[in-house]
């Protein structure tokens, strides 16, 4: 992978493609510090390393693209699960009270969104985060991730291999091919 | 009360049940049958051995032949533990952690006991101290073993929800939190049933042998307690070391979780 130069300003939302395997997991993954890499990251001019890996994680937030869940029910996976607008994704309203086993594919995705942007994070990095959803939720997360960026002013790295979505939502598309970024 | 002495004919008798054991799992196809039978011999020349071995030492009471007995002792649980494990620790970990933790724990707490509880003399009277640390070992080995085993295993298993707790801002101690808790009890559990069955449902090895070998009963019990007690402790602290600098292997300075520090399993 690599050598990697990339630069993203607040608020701006860049579109990542690229062939199976090519490492755009690995590299946000690597984004995250969640893996060894040798790349230097700053988030606002501050090395990754001035801050303990969980307060960076915490910032700049890794959403994987199957979500993962270990308590029984919904509502403990979350910190305060009545802060949570589950209805902004079209979730039942009583959904924090269900068990775990009852969530389909797609209200899992659709709650481990909404599961991280509870953290506040400052940057989002999004491993196709609409995949397994259909065409209205597909919709709904973009609006809702559109809002995000507006209120937080946070730059997002979304994953997608949907032309179309990349077109509705990017304000710049990146390919990546053989560990390097070209434009689309 | 006299003790009866055993010849090898009576062993030979014994070793009959055995071998009809073997000829039957080799009946159902088990796929034991030479397995029994090496582990059957096996058991009768280690044991012929170190009752040599025992005979000597007990005749030349030295502290370096005594400790040199406990270091044999330690590694070939050192192996032990390393060999019951499916996905092992990498490079030295995987023989140095569980060895250590159950040098550092069995070693101190007989330590203690033949010092404090005992005070044999000279202190390291063979004839206590090697058959104390090897019932200490045995336990601790096991429960090492199988906390250990539980603790890389489930690791693996849940790698990506560990690292979606990561993800999550989770520090590496929160997101194993629920494993390591899950290892130490799986190592300490059978000696808590042990100590709960003890007597109701089955009589102790060494009481049993003590009994055998003519010691009046309440005297026989009372070092099964003090034995048992012992192995409690040991088993614990080592376990809840070894699942604990274990667990913390897992992890980087930078709290990413280093799966290639385990073995891939067979």
Not at chain 2, 85 to 97: E, I
Not at chain 2, 140 to 148: H, I, P, Y
Request: net charge positive; with cysteine; proline share 4%.
């Amino acid at each position: 992978m690599g050598p990697v130069d990339l630069r993203l300003d607040a608020g701006r939302c860049l579109v990542l493609r690229g062939p199976s395997g090519s490492g755009k997991s690995l590299l946000l993954r690597a984004m995250a510090d969640l893996l060894p890499h040798r790349g230097r990251l700053l988030l606002d001019g501050r090395p990754c390393e001035s801050l303990r890996a969980h307060e960076w994680r915490r910032r700049v937030a890794y959403l994987p693209a199957h979500s993962q869940w270990w308590f029984d029910r919904v509502g403990e996976h979350f910190a305060d699960p009545d802060a949570v607008d589950v209805g902004a994704l079209a979730l039942a309203a009583d959904i924090m009270d269900w068990d775990m086993a009852r969530c389909s594919t797609g209200e899992r995705q659709r709650l481990a969104i909404l599961r991280l942007l509870a953290n506040r994070p400052r940057v989002l990095l999004l491993d196709e985060p609409t995949a397994s959803l259909d065409r209205d939720n597909t919709c709904r997360v973009e609006a809702l991730i559109a809002d995000y960026r507006a209120a937080e002013a946070a730059p997002v790295i979304w994953v997608s291999h949907d032309r179309e979505q990349a077109k509705r939502i990017a304000d710049q598309i990146l390919v990546l091919e053989h560990g390097r970024l070209a434009a689309a | 009360m006299s003790l009866i002495l055993l010849t090898p004919l009576d062993l030979a008798l014994a070793a009959l049940l055995v071998l009809a054991l073997a000829l039957l799992s080799l009946r159902f196809r088990l796929g034991l049958g030479l397995q029994l039978l090496v582990a059957a011999l096996r058991t009768t020349v280690q044991l012929l051995l170190v009752g040599l071995v025992l005979k000597a030492l007990f005749a030349n009471v030295h502290l370096g032949w005594v400790a040199l007995m406990g270091i044999v002792m330690l590694l070939a649980a050192g192996r032990e533990v390393m060999r019951r494990q499916q996905r092992r620790f990498r490079g030295a970990w995987g023989y140095g952690l569980g060895t250590l933790s159950m040098f550092i724990s069995a070693f101190s707490v007989t330590l203690l006991v033949l010092l404090t509880v005992l005070g044999a003399e000279p202190w390291y009277e063979p004839q206590y101290s090697i058959p104390l640390l090897g019932m200490m070992l045995g336990n601790t080995m096991n429960g090492v073993a199988l906390a250990l085993d539980r603790l890389t295993q489930q690791v693996w298993e849940k790698r990506e929800q560990l690292e979606t707790r990561l993800a999550l801002g989770q520090t590496a101690v929160e997101a194993v939190g629920e494993i390591r808790r899950d290892a130490m009890r799986v190592g300490m559990i059978p000696i808590i049933n042990a100590m709960a069955a003890a007597g109701l449902i089955s009589l102790p090895g060494m009481m049993t042998g003590q009994i055998l070998a003519g010691s009046p009963p309440l005297e026989a019990v009372k070092y099964q307690i003090l034995i048992m007690f012992m192995i409690a402790a040991g088993t614990g602290f080592a376990t809840m070391m070894a699942v604990t600098v274990g667990a913390r292997h897992l992890f980087d300075r930078r709290e990413r979780l280093r799966l290639e520090r385990i073995t891939d399993g067979r």
